[in-house]
């Protein structure tokens, strides 16, 4: 059959589905006379013997076939709160689909779903699914998925949608319904497609996940119209699932990526700057190799878990680009800022922050695929060579480039720089060492003794930091393996943190690691619900609470405005701290079905309480320490 | 954001090392009150960025024990050169700043990070 002819008569079993019976008023645009005799829903229809033509149940859904596509694909996990819009496919995922590959998870708002799938992707390498209403529920999804857009990272969204105006249930079903419901984030996703028949969405699903996983990746949107989910399908109706091939990413120009190798072999200071770089564990592996055979310092922003902390060629603690007189970037979300600095001052004002002539190599993607309202693209950077490519598939032939043009005496130079960058990275650890233990008894507890006293528990077990804050991490700890960081928002939209600890929980879930999140407390205030999600599936993560009760960053910006007009400095906490009543995060987490402990205010308290949350998390459970912190 | 803190922080110090007084042929300082210091420290604002122990963080650098020499830091504190708001007399008094540096200077020195187990791995 084909799907011309299948969907034919896929829509007249809708019909016979959906015939009225006797004494009922047709589902028809015609003109309407009085009100049926007898009400669907009346109690003489409820208890009197049944029509015999009407047909009440069916034993396969469009939804089912698609669920089939999205089994084809390899969603493992789907992200939901539930909404009726989507009920169709929501039945079909845990009865036909088995509620396994994809299993449905269980979430208290849409934001937690959507950021869950942020943080999971970005250790999973590929995207899981979110379910939403097309409206209150895109709604609420929507600075997460922002976020996700920011950050480069793929999330499958399905939202939930009743097109035909005539098939609605007055009231609530109107109001969640649409005409074009990606319209609202589509300045911010990659690609939304509302299919209108389950060939279609069946081409479009697959091609949305390609879309999805190709760099520069993002969240892609399908709308699934309720009509299409719960229409019946014929029990022997057969529709093609289209072969799905994820495009290799895009490398590097060969002449380019050949310059960029003389610049770097020729430099006397070559400084290697990497954010968003490493998309899968080889992407730190190939930029260790790089970094060795240039003896090059890199400096690692926070983006992704780009280089060992403590390689002998770390800088990032220095960030020494002062000195470069070529700056290779790799991946970086605004490397003008890297090469700027901006004085925020009654007036603003900028200065170089590296020397006149400095050259200038940038391998980036972004460079494939800008959109113009949202801003997130940056001030716009003077570049030397720009490649627009994807920065780690591009690393392999550029390390054999520089190895070629390599001869004896640059390899000398390599190592009599190689040495000089090793003494500076050893001695920023001890400078780290020594700033640390500055106030180190004080209470507040500060967030230096917080993150070495994580480390003293942590240390020896297989680890991961799935969200943090603050930095004092990174300059401690010894991150060598590349799942030990997940990078951070990208959009810098708050109430990413916890969710997206959840998500990445769960994917380091089956490789039996520990997850550790530094939490804080603004941001877990937007949607506390997800530490329920994790407590009810079973999703071990350590959360420690970096809890500074205020929404600091912004209090530090409101403390600016004060001194810059010079009345009230002392008032600068309104509207920004979360105290009188504080939080107590402990009775909000054990609230949720967790283990935890606090608020904790005596730093001496801090490591055994973390010894015993670990205990549960070991269990398999999620749990929470609540520490009052200095604010950062 | 983190990158932009610390950028500014970078910035701070900078700056600060920049603010060394100039040589001393000038008033005395006034003598300051560690304890109203403290306070003001708190108050003012100047925890947010220093932390309530002036021990530095992500947002602005260490200031404590051995902040600036006392008419550096007023220059400084009046006329920041990086990110760091600025505090007129109009908000704190020569006064106010002499008791908070006074608190920055009482604060304790960390003992020897080789014998802290949880800093030496």
Known sequence: MNRRGFLKRASLAGAAALAPPAGVEP??????????????????????????????????????????????????????????????????????????????????????????????????????????????????AAMAIYNAWCDRVPVYIMLGNQLDATMRRPGAEWAHSVQDAAAMVRDFTKWDDAPISLPHFAESAVRAYKIAMTPPMAPVVLVLNAELQEQPLAADARVAIPKLAIPSPPEGDSRAVAEAARLLVAAEHPVIVADRLARTPAGMAH????????????????????FPTRHPLNLSQARAIADADVILALEVGDLWGVLNTFRDQLHRSTRANVKPGTK???????????????????????????????????????????????????????ESRGAKLAEASRAALERARLEASYAWDASPV??????????????????????????????????????????????????????????????HKRHGRLAVNIQADG???????????AAHHRIPLLSVMHNNRAYHQELMHVQKMCNRHSRGIERGRIGSELVDPPIDYAKVAQGLGLHAEGPITDPNEVGPAIARAMASVKRGEPALVDVVCQPR | ???????????????????????????????????RGKTLFARNGCYQCHNYEGQGGAAGPRIAPNPLPFRG???????????????????????????VHAYLRSRARPRDVSTNPLLSR
């Open chain 1, 27 to 140: 589902q028809s645009p015609a003109p309407r006379a009085a009100a049926p005799a007898t009400p669907i829903m009346s109690a003489a229809a409820e208890t009197s013997p049944p029509p015999d033509v009407e047909i009440l149940t069916t034993d396969r859904t469009g939804s089912d076939f698609m669920v089939d596509v999205l089994k084809s694909i390899g969603l493992d996990y789907i992200c939901a709160n539930p909404g009726s819009s989507f009920r169709g496919i929501h039945e079909s995922v845990i009865n036909y689909g088995g509620n396994t590959q994809p299993e449905l998870l269980t979430c208290c708002h849409e934001e937690s779903s959507v950021a869950m799938g942020h943080g999971y992707a970005k250790v999973e390498g590929k995207p899981l699914g979110v379910f939403a209403h097309g409206t209150v529920g895109l709604q609420h």
């Open chain 2, 1 to 35: 954001m983190a990158r932009l803190i610390l950028i500014a922080a970078i910035v701070v110090v900078a700056g600060a090392v920049r603010a060394q007084p100039p040589p001393t042929s000038q008033p005395a300082p006034p003598a300051g009150d560690a304890d």
């Open chain 1, 523 to 533: 941001d877990l205030m937007y949607a506390p619900g997800v530490l329920w999600t």
């Open chain 1, 360 to 414: 200038i190599i940038s391998i980036t993607s972004g460079d494939l695929y800008v959109k113009a309202n949202y801003q997130d693209f940056q001030r716009f950077a003077e570049v030397d060579l720009p490649i627009a490519a994807d920065g780690e598939a591009t690393l392999p032939a550029l390390v054999d480039a520089v190895r070629r043009a390599t001869n004896a005496d640059r390899k000398r130079v390599f």
């Open chain 1, 446 to 507: 500060t967030t230096a003794r917080l993150c070495a006293e994580l480390w003293g528990q942590i240390r020896n077990e297989d680890w991961t930091l799935v969200n943090g804050t603050g930095g004092w991490a990174q300059r401690l700890w010894n991150f060598d393996k590349p799942y030990q960081w997940n990078g951070g928002s990208g959009g810098a939209g708050v109430g990413y943190g916890a969710p997206a600890a959840v998500g990445a929980a769960l994917a």
């Open chain 2, 73 to 99: 830091f007023t220059a400084y504190v009046r006329a920041p050169r990086g990110d760091m708001p600025p505090y007129t007399v109009k908000v704190m008094s020569d006064q106010d700043l002499a008791d």
């Open chain 1, 287 to 306: 930029l260790v190799e790089l970094a060795e055979a240039l003896q090059a310092g890199v400096v690692s922003q926070s983006g992704r878990m780009n």
